[in-house]
């Protein structure tokens, strides 16, 4: 059985950092694309980090670049999400994502290329 389960979400006040977790079974993350996004009340899933198989190339959308790293634990088939300088308006439920992919280079940020889908937890910066 092909699962994700992410942990790690939780309330921070703003300026404060997370680090998000996703755990794969049924499959090794160095055997997908990876990617985390977020969706907020109202608003469409939005890609905010990916990263291709062989983990050399990844993608932030300018909303967080430079406050959002992408890390990937092939011996904990772990993939993670740092997340700093967290501002009011990164709050979304987050979800893990894996894409199964022939290419070990590129990377997506349409929802819809991705095949597996962890359940998604809740980030809240707030004072």
């Known amino acids: 059985q092909f699962q994700l389960v992410e942990s790690g979400g939780g309330l921070v006040q703003p300026g404060g950092s997370l680090r998000l977790s996703c755990t794969a079974s049924?499959?090794?993350?160095?055997?997908?694309?990876v990617a985390w996004f977020r969706q907020a009340p109202g608003k469409e899933r939005e890609g905010v980090s990916c990263?291709?198989?062989?983990?050399?190339?990844?993608y932030y959308p300018d909303s967080v670049k430079g406050r959002f790293t992408i890390a990937r634990d092939n011996a904990e088939n772990t993939v993670y999400l740092q997340m700093n300088s967290l501002k009011p308006e990164d709050t979304a439920v987050y979800f893990c994502?894996?894409?199964?992919?022939?290419?070990?280079?590129?990377?997506?940020?349409?929802?819809?290329?991705?095949?597996?889908w962890g359940q998604g937890t809740q980030v809240t910066v707030s004072s």
């Open positions: 994502a894996a894409w199964r992919t022939a290419y070990r280079q590129s990377v997506r940020t349409d929802p819809q290329a991705y095949d597996y």
């Open positions: 990263m291709s198989r062989s983990g050399a190339y990844t």
């Open positions: 049924g499959f090794t993350l160095d055997a997908v694309a």
